[in-house]
T-cell receptor, first 118, second 111 residues
Framework: GAVVSQHPSRVICKSGTSVKIECRSL??????MFWYRQFPKKSLMLMAT?????????EQGVEKDKFLINHASLTLSTLTVTSAHPEDSSFYIC??????????????FGQGTRLTVV | GQSLEQPSEVTAVEGAIVQINCTYQ??????LSWYQQHDGGAPTFLSY????GLEETGRFSSFLSRSDSYGYLLLQELQMKDSASYFC????????????FGTGTKLQVIP
């Protein structure tokens, strides 16, 4: 299967600072990447859809000014958590798909990033 | 919007068979996927059904009935390492093949 690399795997930051998380598709071009957030023992909640070369589409309730998403190339999307607060502590996971059609069935996930804001 | 329901917890004995059900409501349905997630890890893809019927991949099988908006994951010859959370997920129209996850089923395999 395809490989999606997410970095860093763990990060601890001080409240008020910003943290950038990278998501790279290593062996395919990802026209679309998705960013999820997962609370302990909960499901994955879609935060936004990252489209190469255009603005991200955010889900209802997700603050676009707080969670900045950039999809500058077909292999890289970044999520920046700005002015982080302890309630932003969570597991953030990206996934990538090869195309837009339903025939491409599998979502490839990064390893996830455990963010702790102190 | 989309909604998926699955049991929150299931316990089964090593070597047995377990079925995890998933019912969903969505518009623009493409298919139903299943993912496995161990504690602290990222989800890994198990199977996908776009058409009605059963798909078999080794010890795991997945079933879909689109008319009933229902699917299940069947795990056979359970092993201790199968203890994990299992998520069903619908692929649906949303501009870019969006995937919405269910609430997850925590499977505990006991000796």
């Amino acid at each position: 299967g395809a490989v999606v690399s997410q970095h860093p795997s763990r990060v601890i930051c001080k409240s008020g600072t910003s943290v950038k998380i990278e998501c790279r598709s290593l062996d395919f071009q990802a026209t679309t990447m998705f960013w999820y957030r997962q609370f302990p023992k909960k499901s994955l909640m879609l935060m936004a859809t990252s489209n190469e070369g255009s603005k991200a589409t955010y889900e209802q309730g997700v603050e676009k000014d707080k969670f900045l998403i950039n999809h500058a190339s077909l292999t890289l999307s970044t999520l920046t958590v700005t002015s982080a607060h302890p309630e932003d502590s969570s597991f953030y996971i990206c996934s990538a798909s090869r195309g837009r059609r339903s025939s491409n069935t599998e979502a490839f996930f990064g390893q996830g990033t455990r963010l702790t804001v102190v | 919007g989309q909604s998926l329901e699955q049991p929150s917890e299931v316990t089964a004995v090593e070597g047995a068979i377990v079925q995890i059900n998933c019912t969903y409501q969505t518009s623009g349905f493409y298919g139903l996927s299943w993912y496995q997630q161990h504690d602290g890890g990222a989800p890994t893809f198990l199977s996908y059904n776009a058409l009605d019927g059963l798909e078999e991949t080794g010890r795991f099988s997945s079933f879909l009935s689109r008319s009933d908006s229902y699917g299940y994951l069947l795990l056979q010859e359970l092993q201790m390492k199968d203890s994990a959370s299992y998520f069903c997920a619908v692929s649906h129209s949303g501009g870019y093949q969006k995937v919405t996850f269910g609430t997850g089923t925590k499977l505990q395999v006991i000796p």
